[in-house]
């Protein structure tokens, strides 16, 4: 079952960047910066939250912490593959492409090429954060939930 397929994802994003010591660095999209190469590699998810609205009420759920594995791969191109594995179901894995424009990141995904979406990402140069409102079906009943997420990858 696919639970955080990232169709319909709508994140707003805004990119900054600090070096180990906490000492400023151009951000991704910022002059001076490698966009791309200010987030490539492989990344682990400490935390994946969504704030659901459910008809019947609100809901939390954290993906990590009831077991789940949220993996995140940025290739220099800016190729990506998300992978989300929760329990004994088969991985839950998005393909797709970022760029930036300015300070803005804009995802394609492969699913759904003519479509553009805007991120909010935080980075270091060992964490990476991704927060925003999504619409998903996460309970899997045919209609799709508005979320908030937010998002805490460490670099692997």
Known sequence: MPLFSCLGLFLLISCSSTDGDE??????????????????????????VFDI?????????????????????????GV???????GENPP???T??????????????DANPGVEVVFDIQSTATTLSVEGPIVFDFDADGTAENADADLDFVKL
Not at 26 to 33: A, F, K, S, T
């Open 92 to 94: 839950d894995i998005i």
């Open 23 to 48: 000492t400023p660095v151009p951000g991704p999209g910022e002059p001076g910066g490698n966009p791309i190469a200010d987030i490539t590699g492989n990344w682990r998810a400490t935390s994946a």
């Open 80 to 86: 990506f593959t998300y992978t989300v594995v929760i």
């Open 96 to 109: 797709g492409r970022l760029a930036f424009e300015g300070t803005t990141v804009l995802v394609t995904f």
């Open 53 to 77: 609205a459910f008809a019947g009420g609100p809901e939390q759920i954290d993906a990590v912490a009831e077991g789940g594995e949220v993996l995140l791969n940025i290739q220099a191109s």
